[in-house]
C-alpha cells in the first residue's frame, strides 16, 4: 500500500486544517487507515482510524468533538478534519494502513500499521 499524505500547515488556535491521505496498490482489499501525530521529544500517537470497509470510525479523547475523519471511497483518499485546533494538536502528522485490520481495543497501536506516508507538519500558535 502506497500512502501519500497532505495538507498540512501553520494556523492560529481555534484555527482548522484538513489533512488527506490518498492510498494506492491495496489490492483486493481496502486498508483501514489511521491518523497518528508526532511531538518534538514524544511518542507517535494514534489520534483517529476508519475501517473503510465498515466506515467504523475511532478517536483518541484528546481529539474527539474537534476532529472528523472520513473516506471517500471513490478517491481512495482518507480526510482528517481538524477543527478548533489547540497548540498540543503540533506535531507531524502520519496516515497509516493495514490491510489485515485490527482488533477495535488496537486501533491506536502503531505496530498494528504495515504502511506509513512521508508525514506533514501541522503546527498551531
Known amino acids: 500500500v502506497q500512502l501519500v499524505e497532505s495538507g498540512g500547515g501553520a494556523v492560529q488556535a481555534g484555527g482548522s486544517l484538513k489533512l488527506s491521505c490518498a492510498y494506492s496498490?491495496?489490492?483486493?482489499?481496502?486498508?483501514?487507515v489511521g491518523w497518528f501525530r508526532q511531538a518534538p521529544g514524544k511518542e507517535r500517537e494514534g489520534v483517529t482510524s476508519?475501517?473503510?470497509?465498515?466506515?467504523?470510525?475511532y478517536y483518541d479523547d484528546s481529539v474527539k468533538g474537534r476532529f472528523t475523519i472520513s473516506h471517500d471511497m471513490s478517491r481512495n483518499t482518507v480526510y482528517l478534519q481538524m477543527d478548533n485546533l489547540k497548540p498540543e494538536d503540533t506535531g507531524l502528522y502520519y496516515c497509516?494502513?493495514?490491510?489485515?485490520?485490527?482488533?477495535?481495543?488496537?486501533?491506536?497501536?502503531?505496530?498494528?500499521?504495515?504502511?506509513w506516508g512521508q508525514g506533514t507538519q501541522v503546527t498551531v500558535s
Open positions: 496498490n491495496y489490492g483486493y482489499i481496502r486498508p483501514y
Open positions: 497509516a494502513a493495514t490491510r489485515t485490520g485490527y482488533h477495535p481495543n488496537r486501533w491506536a497501536d502503531r505496530h498494528e500499521y504495515n504502511f
Open positions: 476508519i475501517a473503510t470497509v465498515s466506515e467504523f470510525k
